[in-house]
């Protein structure tokens, strides 16, 4: 390799480097956010929240949705 070669090389390594550390910060920025808004400390327990909270939806839809057809059929009397 040249000296150029080697130079850009290393000048790719330290971009990479930059990239990996912004990350970094960005995954702990989002797992603080994370932990603060959710109560969640991992991505499982985020994962497990989010399946609850979508079936407690379904749930409420569904209940909705049945609160409104039992009004209709109160008022189409």
Known sequence: MTEKE???LK???EEAKQKVSELKGER???MKRLKEDWNCGSLEEA???LKE???QVEKL???ITEGMEELE???ER
Do not use: P, R, T
């Open 6 to 8: 080697l130079l850009e």
């Open 11 to 13: 000048e790719d390594i």
């Open 28 to 30: 702990q920025a989002l």
């Open 47 to 49: 994962e497990k929240k």
């Open 53 to 55: 909270m979508s079936e």
């Open 61 to 63: 839809s569904d209940e």
């Open 73 to 75: 059929s109160k008022f």
